[in-house]
T-cell receptor, first 112, second 114 residues
Framework: SQQGEEDPQALSIQEGENATMNCSYK?????LQWYRQNSGRGLVHLIL?????REKHSGRLRVTLDTSKKSSSLLITASRAADTASYFC????????????FGQGTELSVKP | KAGVTQTPRYLIKTRGQQVTLSCSPI?????VSWYQQTPGQGLQFLFE???????NKGNFPGRFSGRQFSNSRSEMNVSTLELGDSALYLC?????????????FGPGTRLTVL
C-alpha cells in the first residue's frame, strides 16, 4: 500500500496564482521528495528535503516538512501554464534508498 | 549523459502471455528500481537491483521478476499476464541507491493486456 495521501487530488488555478499541495505519510522517513509527471510520462525530480530539515527552496518551489505531523507541503509560486502536471510526493525510509513510496498525487491545472 | 532509456515504449499482449521490459540506466548508475503505475493503485514500487542483486522488493506476486546485468542494465519479466497488469512501467536509476539520492526516471513502457 502507498505511504500516504495527497490533497487536493485536483487543483485548478489561473496563471500567476500560487499552488499548494499537501502530502501526509505514515512511517518515519529519511527524506521526502517531490516529483512532477507530465501526461503519463516519466517522473522528474523537483526537490528533496531531509528529515532534519523544515523548509527548502528551489526557484519558485518551496517545500516544508513537519515530521511531528508526518506531513509536507509543496508551494509553487507565480504558476505558469507549463506547470500543468501531476505532482507526487515520495518518501524514503532509512536504508532503503532505492525504494520510493509514493503518494496518490495532485493533478494541477494552470489556466492561461 | 544520456538519460534512462526503456524499451519498448508501448506493448500490447494478451492474457496468459509473458513480457520482458528493458531498462538502461544513466551511465555510471548502479541502482535500478522499477515501478508500476495504474489509475487505481497509483505508483507502486516493484523492486530494486544493485550490483546484479535484488536489494528491495515490493508487494507483488511472483509473476513479476527482474534481473540486472553486469553493465547495470535491467530487465523485468511478467509471466502469465492478467488484465490488471495493464499499466505504465517505469524504471529509475541512481548512482548507488543511497537514501539521499534523487531517482532519474525513464519515459516508461506502457503495457496493455487484452
Amino acid at each position: 500500500s502507498q505511504q500516504g495521501e495527497e490533497d487536493p487530488q485536483a487543483l485548478s488555478i489561473q496563471e500567476g496564482e500560487n499552488a499548494t499541495m499537501n502530502c501526509s505519510y505514515k512511517t518515519s522517513i529519511n527524506n521526502l521528495q517531490w516529483y512532477r509527471q507530465n501526461s503519463g510520462r516519466g517522473l522528474v525530480h523537483l526537490i528533496l528535503i531531509r528529515s532534519n530539515e523544515r523548509e527548502k527552496h528551489s526557484g519558485r518551489l518551496r517545500v516544508t516538512l513537519d515530521t511531528s505531523k508526518k506531513s509536507s507541503s509543496l508551494l509553487i509560486t507565480a504558476s505558469r501554464a507549463a506547470d500543468t502536471a501531476s505532482y507526487f510526493c515520495a518518501t524514503v525510509i532509512y536504508n532503503q534508498g532505492g525504494k520510493l513510496i509514493f503518494g496518490q498525487g495532485t493533478e494541477l491545472s494552470v489556466k492561461p | 549523459k544520456a538519460g534512462v532509456t526503456q524499451t519498448p515504449r508501448y506493448l500490447i499482449k494478451t492474457r496468459g502471455q509473458q513480457v520482458t521490459l528493458s531498462c538502461s540506466p544513466i551511465s555510471g548508475h548502479r541502482s535500478v528500481s522499477w515501478y508500476q503505475q495504474t489509475p487505481g493503485q497509483g505508483l507502486q514500487f516493484l523492486f530494486e537491483y544493485f550490483s546484479e542483486t535484488q536489494r528491495n522488493k515490493g508487494n507483488f506476486p511472483g509473476r513479476f521478476s527482474g534481473r540486472q546485468f553486469s553493465n547495470s542494465r535491467s530487465e523485468m519479466n511478467v509471466s502469465t499476464l492478467e488484465l490488471g497488469d495493464s499499466a505504465l512501467y517505469l524504471c529509475a536509476s541512481t548512482p548507488l541507491g543511497q537514501s539521499n539520492n534523487e531517482q532519474f526516471f525513464g519515459p516508461g513502457t506502457r503495457l496493455t493486456v487484452l
